[in-house]
């Protein structure tokens, strides 16, 4: 019974990148494992020589996340948030009005804050300077905060999160509040609440151990992006 088990799992995989820097994988991670799908989770470390070969096998854009399910390949992170909705109620928020704003938010941080993404990279486990405040960066921090302030007065009375109970917009957001701590931004008190909910959340603990305890580094430069592993011993 175990075996035939685990031969089921082996079809229904997860992959994702490195859960401390690969924002985009853990935004659908987080809702699979919201939701309890049952799938076997499995890390590609991003930027490694072998990195693109070993997803060209598996995945047909070469990048995570990715969702193999039987005969299914879903990809891109809404796409799989999307493909859990149609299968898993709480989701989404109940309330069609709160649904919709939900949706909308989740794709706007999906295709914009270009600024905040590239000068703000997701590294969860560090702690870095604040970024050179530009007017782009400025605003892209406003609009988030912004974001988070209209949702919690609007929809948010039924719990500490964006509308009340925890839903894909914070799995969504998740990684944004990561990068407002990495990085020290300014926030008003709306939002440090809500960040503080965040990552009180057990989903957010476990996911921060996780992403502690990874053997792999990423670092930025202008130059482009290099990777490595973590010298055993180091801390």
């Not at 089921?8 to 401390?20: C, E, H, I, P, Q």
């Not at 935004?27 to 590609?44: D, F, K, N, S, Y």
């Not at 470390?45 to 070993?54: H, K, S, W």
């Not at 989404?92 to 905040?116: N, Q, V």
Request: aromatic share 10%; with cysteine.
């Amino acid at each position: 019974m175990a075996a035939r088990r685990r031969e089921a799992l082996l079809m229904r995989r997860f992959v994702s990148g490195n859960l401390n820097y690969s924002s985009w994988s853990i935004r659908a991670l987080l809702m699979a494992r919201h939701v309890g799908l049952e799938v076997e989770e499995e890390i590609v470390p991003l930027d490694f020589p072998d990195t693109t070969e070993r997803l060209a096998r598996i995945s047909p854009t070469r990048k995570v996340p990715l969702l193999i399910w039987d005969d299914e390949a879903v990809w891109d992170s809404l796409a799989i948030i999307e493909w859990l909705a149609e299968r898993y109620p709480g989701v989404w928020p109940a309330d069609a009005r709160a649904r919709a704003r939900a949706r909308s938010i989740s794709a706007e941080m999906h295709s914009g804050f270009p600024t905040l993404r590239r000068a703000c990279p997701m590294d969860i486990r560090a702690r870095h300077d604040t970024p050179e405040m530009t007017a782009d960066l400025k605003a892209d921090i406003a609009r988030v905060d912004e974001l988070w302030s209209d949702a919690r007065a609007e929809f948010g009375e039924g719990g500490p999160f964006l509308f009340g109970e925890w839903s894909a917009a914070d799995a969504v957001y998740a990684p944004v509040v990561t990068r407002f701590i990495t990085y020290d931004l300014p926030r008003s008190e709306v939002a440090q609440a809500y960040m503080d909910a965040v990552m009180a959340h057990p989903l957010m603990v476990r996911l921060a151990k996780e992403a502690e305890a990874e053997p792999w580094w990423i670092k930025y430069t202008p130059d482009g992006r290099s990777s490595g592993f973590i010298p055993s011993g180091s801390s």
